[in-house]
């Protein structure tokens, strides 16, 4: 038996057992005394372990399998999903093994279905969560379906048990055409449109990712020993704020909004459409559909997060990065996106920023601020971790090798070199690895600012009269375009070739971050701190 098959037959079995209790408990406890009752219950679930214990059986329950996995391929699930949504739950999970084996004392299968959810968004962190939950309900909507023909296979309590099977699939059924009749195709699409894809994001700050124990471990504490509230990350640039956001929302799967003003998601009507967005999809929240069209503020928001909450049955959690990115709100009281000052019980947001001359104190009940400091024990351990991580590349370490003290001396060096830093080590490991910097011949920079301004120098060096005539006015669009913008653009608006504005980004390339469009490839800034950098050089 495959493993993938192996894993939906038990499944189908915790299923089974799951509506056998239910069934017998329907059946007797009006019926008999205590003793009694647990006599009967004894005598049908032995009746059924002792029909599943038959080979018979077991080749039925793999046919019955093999028939959910083939629904489930032909089903609307996320193609993503579809193609390799079941190896996902291969691995050892011990939420969804457990999951199994309480199935059938269990009074619901919502466990199981956390687990399910959990697994797949492990194994698929690219995958939207809306898109997960789906793919999880339409999982197990064919696994019960696969079990439908076993009804006249076994004994009387298994078909009792299908019987319980066929109502919930006529619950779930009820439910999804109740939907479907007040929310059309085109409605639906609309609300999707307004989910903001970070996917790419996501999986780009996360690359490398580690440690930052000490911020999860402060974020968890907060969560517990509170009901509701605002955890702050605030720092720097080039601390990691945005990586330790995405890894959240990877690892976790928390609603998210991620705002980037290179990419001119910065307003408030993003931010609340896009938030909104997510939790009705998420937690099929579906009369407030209407409701999203048009919106500007966080009134929506908060009714949105209240019947979350309700529909959850759990906290909710919304991640927001980079508020210090997001459009300044016209009343200067007013808090960034215009975040409401008190949320609802179990609802939690969760912000990064960074420090700025204005500030950005929220404004509200319960907010926790955690400052990320450079040289603070556990960042500059972080800082090592990320350097060490490093060197199991061969090209880093032989790089390593060749420094003079060896690999420790080459990262003492980068760990004092870098202050702290995460972005600076970003650009300078992958610079050491194609051989820019070599000792005794072109020094390690020391801080970020100082790799920038390096390279700054090293490109105004190479040719001056060509860097101010096509360098410095293509970079100084890029610095200051609203959103991605493609070569052609650049060329149109500072009226040079499209040879030398191509020439110029490839030399810019590790400080830009490009995207694919249909009229071709668009480029923005990488990272703030840059920005703020050549504003200072270019003005």
Not at 183 to 205: G, M, N, Q, T
Request: hydrophobic share 45%.
């Amino acid at each position: 038996m495959g493993q993938i098959v192996e894993v939906s037959v038990k499944i189908l079995v915790g299923l089974l057992k799951h509506y056998a209790e239910k069934a017998l408990g329907e059946e007797v406890t009006d019926l008999l005394v205590k003793p009694a009752l647990d006599a009967a219950e004894k005598l049908g679930l032995g009746q059924l372990d002792t029909w599943l214990s038959r080979p018979e059986t077991t080749k039925q329950l793999l046919f019955a399998a093999e028939g959910a996995e083939a629904a489930f391929a032909a089903s609307s699930a996320d193609a993503r999903l579809r193609s390799g949504a079941l190896s996902a739950l291969l691995t050892d999970d011990t939420d969804l093994r457990g999951a199994v084996d309480r199935l059938p004392k269990a009074g619901d299968d919502d466990e199981l279905r956390t687990a399910i959810v959990r697994a797949l968004a492990h194994g698929f962190p690219a995958v939207p969560r809306e898109e997960i939950d789906e793919a999880a309900t339409q999982y197990l909507r064919c696994l019960r379906r696969a079990l439908l023909p076993l009804k006249a296979t076994g004994p009387a309590i298994v078909g009792q048990a299908i019987l319980r099977v066929e109502d919930a699939l006529g619950r779930v059924e009820e439910k999804v055409d109740s939907i479907a009749a007040r929310l059309d195709a085109d409605s639906l699409a609309k609300l999707r449109a307004h989910v903001i894809d970070a996917s790419d994001h996501i999986a780009d700050k996360t690359e490398g990712f580690v440690g930052r124990r000490f911020v999860f471990d402060a974020l968890d504490r907060f969560l517990r020993e509170h009901d509701r509230g605002y955890f702050v990350v605030r720092g720097d640039p080039g601390l990691g704020k945005t990586a330790i956001a995405a890894q959240l929302v990877r690892q976790r799967g928390y609603v998210h909004h991620f705002n980037i003003a290179t990419e001119a998601v910065t307003s408030i009507r993003l931010f609340v459409q896009n938030v909104a967005a997510q939790l009705i999809l998420r937690y099929r929240l579906f009369d407030l559909v209407p409701t999203v069209e048009g919106a500007e503020d966080t009134v929506l928001l908060k009714s949105v997060l209240a019947a979350a909450v309700v529909a959850a049955g759990e906290p909710v959690i919304v991640v927001i990065d980079a508020l210090d990115e997001a459009d300044p709100p016209k009343n200067p009281r007013a808090n960034p996106l215009h975040l409401p000052r008190s949320l609802a019980p179990r609802c939690f947001v969760i912000a990064t920023t960074r420090r700025t001359e204005a500030g950005l104190d929220l404004d509200a009940e319960h907010v926790q601020v955690l400052e990320l400091e450079a040289d603070s024990a556990g960042n500059l351990a972080d800082v090592g971790a990320y350097i060490a991580a490093s060197l199991a590349r061969p090209a880093m370490a032989e790089k390593a090798r060749a420094w003079p003290g060896g690999p420790g001396a080459f990262a003492a060096e980068l760990q004092i070199k870098s202050e702290g830093n995460f972005m600076y080590l970003r650009h300078v490991l992958p610079a050491i690895e194609r051989g820019e910097f070599q000792p005794g011949h072109q020094p390690l920079p020391l801080g970020l600012a100082g790799y920038y301004r390096q390279h700054w120098e090293m490109m105004r060096g190479d040719d001056l009269e060509r860097f101010v005539r096509v360098n410095q006015k293509v970079i100084a669009i890029i610095a200051t375009a609203r959103q991605p913008v493609t070569v052609e653009f650049v060329a149109r608006v500072t009226k040079l070739t499209t040879t030398e504005v191509a020439w110029t980004l490839g030399r810019w390339r590790e400080f830009l971050h490009v995207l694919p469009g249909s009229s071709g490839e668009r480029y923005r800034l990488y990272h703030a701190s840059y920005r703020d950098f050549l504003a200072q050089q270019v003005g």
